[in-house]
């Protein structure tokens, strides 16, 4: 006990050197070092900073943080339909990413379930999802456009497609990767099919099975990002695209940080899941 | 040629010219005044001056006749008899209604440039509103998914480069559907823009192995690089490379040498000159004065079942046209159009494109008051231009009916009607010749003018 705390605070103080390093070394290296040609007042009035006082096109650490507190106090504001404040754009992003990825859950744990237990399904599809496994979303996102005509359903699509895979995979590896043991004494039991599946294969398969969601909401989040900086109008991944479309670097470098956040909050809580239905040998 | 003059004037030229009477042509005019000629001091006026013209237009169908009275009398009295028997205000009132407007909450797209002005700032300014429209102004992330939204009916109307419409219509790059064009955004307005290690190169002749962006390949921009460096003697398809790059990352492009220059908005040349990483070599309008850029589009179906929509969405994008054409507004729509709602970029360089007193990049300050213009009317003749320069560059291949087209996506004849109706002064013809790069086009003879290119795809 006393060893894992100590190696617990030990790892904690590393982190906290390294994030000071990092700062520090970004913070020195955005430093406004360029030489500044001479320039008339009146030409240098039309010129942006970069160009003016030699300052760094990169922000630095401390640029951000200002900006950062800005969003931090104001997360919910609505300046029209194509400025609103960070919290609501990560509201929708979070939205989306709900809508598709529960609708995957719905499609490929019970598909899972039906092709793992047959195993010859399982051989004859196995090709298919391969194939389909490693498809970009940004590949989808034209064909998804084109056939759904609506951006945001076709964004909801484009999720639902590219999280379905680890899951169904998953699912049909842990149902069929129950041990032969288990569903035999089931069966000399005279357990129902039905019942088999729910209360001896289901609780077997479960660590499996939520490994795949995990994987699939880690897949589903980086998806978002990139559906929504094509389709636009809201989410973070638009605000990413808005904020690149002004060069402005600080908000990008704020965005990062929140969706890095976001995506383990979510990873987390799926983490926490696998562990309620893990159960030792 | 400006359209916004005075239709209420005593001493306006009935001859073709300009609207004082002064000079030979309406390009004079505007380059004697420096801002164009002299429009209405407001809308409401301008109405009233419609209805008030036509009760007098009744009264005296012979415009010798009508202009005989109006010089004895002056026109203010003229319109005080008038109302004295006639209800003008009530008139004017039902005018301005027009017919209602079938759908009232539209959607329109724009991409975050200059060009898309007068569709952005009619949102803040209220020239939607004002024709009884409830428009959401919708920031869209390039022109292909502008295109997608627009034929998916996510939006009404949309802000498209000039040759899209057309491109859409004859279904190259997409499904032929028809689109059509009732008003042109901006005239003017782009540039090219090289890094800052060029500046010595400013002679195109030497740009052989030179990289460059452009927005999309349906663009004017396309169309005017690829002009641009043929006269110089550069084959564009083999000499220098083209690629189809979104605008905001064409800065950070040049600032990573991944390129050498772009055509391109001029919010984005001037960002980058900004930034300080290239430098203006030349502004469109020294290409060709008076080109075209972007429009405002919309497919036939959304005419044909909205009419009335369409015909107050019209009204207003002219209304804003007109709106920005005048230079002491531009400092206003600078601001307007300038925070993350609309464009999202420094209020400083968007005034620089719009008042047209700029940075070049090299250390000098310049002016140039047109630098980028607005003018809604669709010239048929632009769609001619454009036609040919897509079969010269091999988009379109056969044989192409210009004229039927041209006539079919760009609206001049009711644009001229509506802007007839709004007491502005269409020009009569849907045609006009122009010139790019000293060299005339005939939009009557589009093959001849193809012919006459030696540099081109061969077909």
């Known amino acids: 006990m006393m060893t894992t705390s100590s190696l617990r605070l030990r790892a904690g103080l590393v982190s906290i050197a390294l994030l000071a390093a990092f700062l520090g ?216 695209w808005n904020e690149w479309n002004n060069l402005s670097i600080t908000n990008v470098i704020i965005a990062i940080l929140l969706i890095g956040i976001v995506g383990m909050l979510l990873d987390q809580i799926l983490a926490r899941f696998t562990r309620m239905v893990t159960f030792p040998e | 040629m400006s359209t916004f003059d005075n239709p209420f004037d005593p001493d306006r030229n009935l001859r073709p010219g300009c609207a004082c009477g002064q000079h030979r042509s309406a390009e004079e005019h505007e380059q004697a005044a420096g801002l164009g000629c002299e429009p209405v001091e407001s809308e409401e006026k301008r109405y009233e001056s419609v209805v008030a013209s036509a009760v007098m237009r009744a009264m005296f ?100 480069l000039a040759p899209m419409p057309i491109a859409i219509s004859l279904g190259l790059g997409a499904n032929a559907i028809p689109f059509a064009v009732p008003a042109i955004e901006n005239i003017n307005g782009q540039g090219i823009v090289l890094a800052t290690k060029h500046k010595d190169k400013r002679d195109p002749k030497d740009w052989k192995g030179l990289k460059f962006a452009i927005p999309f390949d349906y663009s004017m921009h396309n169309y ?120 999202n970029a420094p209020v400083t360089v968007l005034e620089q494109v719009l008042t047209g007193t700029y940075a070049d990049g090299l250390g000098g300050v310049k002016t140039d008051a047109k630098r980028v213009d607005f003018d809604p009317f669709p010239w048929q003749s632009f769609a001619v231009w454009m036609l040919t320069q897509m079969k010269r560059w091999g988009q379109i291949k056969g044989d192409v009916d210009y004229k039927a087209v041209a006539e079919q996506v760009y609206l001049a004849t009711d644009t001229k009607k509506l802007m007839t109706e709004m007491g502005l002064t269409p020009p009569s013809s849907a045609y006009k010749s122009f010139a790019v790069m000293g060299k005339t086009f005939d939009p009557a003879k589009p093959e001849d003018y193809l012919a006459s290119f030696k540099i081109r795809k061969a077909s």
């Open chain 1, 25 to 240: 070394i970004w913070h020195l290296a955005t430093r406004s070092t360029a030489p500044v040609a001479t320039m008339s007042p009146e030409y240098a009035k039309l010129m942006g900073l970069t160009a003016t006082q030699g300052k760094s096109a990169m922000p630095g650490p401390l640029d951000v943080g200002a900006k950062l507190w800005q969003h931090l106090k104001r997360p919910f504001y609505d300046n029209g339909p194509n400025d609103k404040g960070l919290g609501i754009q990560l509201a929708y992003s979070i939205a989306r990413v709900g809508t598709g990825y529960l609708l995957a859950v719905l499609v490929a744990i019970p598909l899972g379930f039906l092709i793992g237990m047959s195993p010859l399904l399982s051989k004859a599809l196995d090709p298919f999802i391969q194939v389909l496994k490693p498809i970009s979303p940004l590949a989808w996102m034209p064909l998804a456009l084109y056939t759904i005509k609506d951006s945001s359903i076709s964004a909801i699509f484009v999720i639902f497609i590219c999280s379905i895979w680890p899951m169904l995979l998953n699912t049909v590896f842990g149902v069929a990767s129950v041990r032969k043991e288990w569903v035999n004494v089931a069966r000399t039991l005279e357990v129902g099919t039905v019942r088999r599946a729910f209360t001896v294969i289901l609780p077997a398969a479960a660590p499996t099975i939520l490994t795949g969601m995990r994987i699939s909401i880690g897949i589903a989040w980086l998806v978002i990002v990139a559906a929504e900086m094509l389709v636009g109008g809201t989410g973070v991944g638009y605000f990413v």
């Open chain 2, 61 to 160: 169908p012979q415009d010798v006749a009508r202009r005989a009275f109006l010089k004895s009398v002056g026109a203010s009295t003229a319109l005080a008899a008038l109302s004295q028997f006639f209800p003008l205000k009530t008139a004017t009132e039902v005018f301005a209604q027009a017919g209602a407007p079938e759908k009232k909450d539209l959607k329109v797209g724009f991409i975050p440039i200059t060009c898309a002005t007068p569709i952005i700032m009619a949102a803040p300014l209220g020239f939607y509103a004002k024709h009884g429209l409830n428009v959401e102004v919708v920031k869209t992330a390039g022109w292909a998914v502008i295109r997608d939204k627009t034929i998916n009916k996510e939006y009404d109307a949309a802000h498209m």
């Open chain 2, 224 to 343: 005017l690089l690829r002009y641009y460096l043929a006269e110089a003697g550069l084959d564009p398809d083999t000499d220098v490379q083209l690629r189809s790059v979104p605008p905001p990352e064409m800065v950070a492009n040049l600032r990573a040498d991944n390129i050498d220059g772009f055509l391109a908005p001029d919010n984005i040349c001037q960002r980058a000159i900004y930034d300080g990483v290239g430098f203006m070599h030349l502004l469109s309008k020294e290409i060709w004065d008076g080109h075209p850029c972007c429009s405002f589009a919309a497919s036939r179906e959304f005419i044909t079942t909205a009419p009335n929509s369409f015909a107050a969405l019209t009204r207003a994008i002219v209304d804003a046209t007109a709106y920005a054409s005048k230079a002491e507004n531009r400092k206003q729509i600078a601001e307007a159009i300038a925070p993350a709602n609309y464009i």
